[in-house]
C-alpha cells in the first residue's frame, strides 16, 4: 500500500542495509555511490549503486565469507510498479553462481521483503 517514492526511501534512508543485520554500514546513496556491510566475523557485502531513478534501482552487489564462496559483481535490480495508491516491487539478484548462495539470497530477501510489507503494506 506504500508509493513508489517510500519505498525508494527505504534505500536512501539505509532502512534496507539496517534489516539485513549488518553491524556495521556504510553507504553514499548516489549513482556510483558505494556501500560496505560488515557482519563481524562473518562476512561481509559490498558494491555500488548503478542506477537510481524513480522506478528503478541497479547494485553491483559482492559478497565475500560466510562459509562460502566469494561473489563478484552480482546484479541486484528492484524495479517499482506505481498503480494507483500501491506499489508493485519486483527485485532480481542475477549473476550467482552458487546454488547455496542463490538460496541464502532467497531467504534473505524474502525475509527483508517481508519485514517491509509488514511495515508498510
Not at 6 to 32: M, V
Not at 108 to 115: C, G, Q
Amino acid at each position: 500500500n506504500a508509493n513508489a517514492n517510500t519505498i525508494l526511501n527505504l534505500f536512501k534512508d539505509g532502512t534496507i542495509f539496517n534489516l539485513t543485520g549488518a553491524d556495521k554500514i556504510k553507504f553514499d546513496y548516489s549513482e556510483r555511490g558505494k556501500f560496505l556491510l560488515n557482519f563481524n566475523n562473518r562476512g561481509k557485502i559490498f558494491g555500488s549503486f548503478i542506477k537510481i531513478t524513480k522506478d528503478e534501482l541497479i547494485l553491483d552487489w559482492n559478497v565475500e565469507g560466510f562459509n562460502r564462496p566469494c561473489e563478484i559483481n552480482t546484479n541486484l535490480k528492484i524495479s517499482l510498479l506505481q498503480n494507483d495508491d500501491k506499489c508493485s516491487l519486483n527485485l532480481e539478484h542475477s549473476g550467482i553462481k552458487y546454488i547455496e548462495a542463490a538460496d541464502a539470497k532467497n531467504k534473505a530477501w524474502s525475509e527483508i521483503l517481508n519485514e517491509i510489507e509488514n511495515k508498510y503494506g
